[in-house]
């Protein structure tokens, strides 16, 4: 079986898991609960200025109550918009919550207008944390995607070396089998609905 049609069936079967995941209201809820309240412990948050964010899709954990969090807090807080007819995104910097997100993407992701202020790659400063979803992880921080290359393309451009990496999942997501190729981009830590995990062989300390 080559890479892609490893891939191929772990999306599915990723997928058929985050079905069941997105279907479940309770859990959904508990999950998002639990893991805000994991990460806003953690001293990767404390120490955090700036946090990349995402507006999550119906099976990704919404981390809401941590952006929520950030802005009182005090901490810049952006979102990715992905610019049309390529596989590349951008970030911008968000003041509130409030402000209109709009859906014009072949994906219907919510996404930051073009109205507020892009941070370029070479701008991203010390102390940033980007919480990036996934279909599925390893104990390594590979991330499976779902097949774009948006994350692992902006994210392997970076670069400032003290930004922390963290992959959302639910733990039946992660797994042993995701194969890795040359251009994925592995995490330093997975957030999880169970705990906040340092992964692969460097863990990050600010």
């Given at each position: 079986?080559?890479i892609?049609?490893?891939?191929?069936?772990?999306?599915?079967?990723?997928?058929?898991e985050?079905?069941?995941?997105?279907?479940?209201?309770?859990?959904?809820?508990?999950?998002?609960?639990s893991?805000?309240?994991?990460?806003?412990e953690s001293?990767?948050?404390?120490?955090s200025?700036?946090?990349?964010?995402?507006?999550?899709?119906?099976?990704?954990?919404?981390?809401?109550?941590?952006?929520?969090?950030a802005?009182?807090?005090?901490?810049?807080?952006?979102?990715?918009?992905?610019?049309?007819?390529?596989?590349?995104?951008e970030f911008?910097?968000?003041?509130?919550?409030?402000e209109?997100?709009?859906?014009?993407?072949?994906?219907?992701?919510l996404?930051?207008?073009?109205?507020?202020?892009?941070?370029?790659?070479?701008?991203?400063?010390?102390?940033?944390?980007?919480?990036?979803?996934?279909?599925?992880f390893?104990?390594?921080?590979?991330?499976?995607?779902?097949?774009?290359?948006?994350?692992?393309?902006?994210?392997?451009?970076?670069n400032?070396?003290?930004?922390?990496?963290?992959?959302v999942?639910?733990?039946?997501?992660?797994?042993r089998?995701?194969?890795?190729?040359?251009?994925?981009?592995?995490?330093?830590?997975?957030?999880?609905?169970s705990?906040?995990?340092?992964?692969?062989?460097?863990?990050?300390?600010?």
């Amino acid at each position: 079986m080559t890479i892609k049609e490893q891939k191929m069936f772990l999306r599915k079967k990723a997928k058929a898991e985050l079905q069941k995941y997105s279907e479940d209201l309770e859990l959904k809820k508990e999950c998002t609960k639990s893991c805000a309240k994991f990460f806003l412990e953690s001293e990767i948050y404390k120490k955090s200025e700036h946090i990349f964010a995402y507006m999550a899709m119906i099976d990704e954990i919404d981390l809401t109550p941590v952006f929520e969090a950030a802005l009182k807090d005090g901490k810049k807080l952006y979102f990715p918009r992905m610019i049309p007819d390529s596989n590349d995104m951008e970030f911008y910097l968000i003041d509130n919550l409030d402000e209109t997100f709009s859906k014009d993407n072949k994906y219907g992701i919510l996404e930051p207008g073009l109205d507020k202020i892009k941070i370029e790659k070479n701008e991203i400063k010390d102390k940033s944390v980007f919480l990036v979803p996934g279909l599925a992880f390893n104990l390594f921080g590979h991330r499976l995607g779902r097949g774009k290359g948006y994350y692992d393309k902006y994210l392997s451009q970076i670069n400032n070396k003290s930004a922390v990496f963290c992959g959302v999942c639910i733990t039946n997501v992660i797994t042993r089998a995701i194969p890795v190729e040359e251009n994925d981009f592995a995490m330093n830590y997975l957030l999880t609905e169970s705990g906040f995990i340092p992964v692969g062989e460097i863990y990050h300390v600010w």
